[in-house]
């Protein structure tokens, strides 16, 4: 299963694929450098398809956990002073994504959406300690009665180049679903209460919409 935000860069890429071996069949004499070409443009086909995968995850609902908003390893868990809505303390959980990992962004909790905004910026490695405030990026606000309102940041990295986000005010969010894309690795950030109960260490790697990182 692919995610929709793919579909018109997997056409275009299989038509691509379809010329560059029929051109290579046509004009190349020589096997072994046909066949070179074909098996270099299928590993470059092969990597768009599972870049754009989007697994079936299947999400145990509750409003006492915070799940992982995406795939991909768990690189900050710190205490800081969030600027932009709460400017307040928080602890900061960041998860790293690499072009390998699915980068479908999903709910961390079910509730009411009451902020979205996105920010243009500079594109630096995603792990850098000021992608989080100078990169490309959208911040949201969700919130519920249980756990209150919590705040994820989807950040650009060097690759990716355009940041998908589904999420409007007002919205009602189921948590798990899907909430938005990032193409071509990215980061991102929850900031969670104080209060919260951090459930991975630094270097985990989690599952989106599955892993819960946090519970209050």
């Known amino acids: 299963m692919f995610h929709k935000e793919g579909h018109k860069i997997i056409l275009i890429s299989s038509l691509i694929l379809l010329v560059i071996i029929l051109l290579a069949d046509k004009f190349i004499d020589s096997e072994w450098i046909r066949i070179l070409i074909s098996i270099i443009s299928i590993g470059f086909y092969i990597l768009i398809l599972q870049f754009f995968r989007n697994p079936v995850r299947k999400t145990n609902l509750n409003d006492n956990h915070i799940v992982a908003p995406v795939d991909g390893k768990v690189v900050v868990i710190e205490e800081v002073t969030e600027s932009e ?67 994820y940041r989807q950040i650009a990295g060097a690759l990716a180049k355009r940041i998908v986000n589904y999420a409007k005010v007002n919205d009602k969010t189921t948590q798990g679903s899907d909430a938005g894309f990032i193409k071509f690795g990215s980061r991102v950030d929850v900031f969670l209460p104080l209060n919260a109960k951090i459930n991975v260490t630094l270097n985990q790697k989690v599952k989106g919409g599955q892993q819960v990182i946090a519970t209050l």
């Open 85 to 151: 809505y709460f400017n307040d303390k928080r602890i900061q959980v960041s998860i790293f994504m690499s072009p390998l990992n699915v980068h479908v962004t999903r709910y961390p909790i079910s509730g009411n959406v009451l902020f979205s905004k996105y920010h243009p910026g500079k594109y630096l490695v995603a792990w850098h300690p000021k992608a989080s405030t100078d990169n490309e990026r959208t911040t949201i606000v969700v919130e519920n009665n249980t756990v209150g309102k919590i705040l």
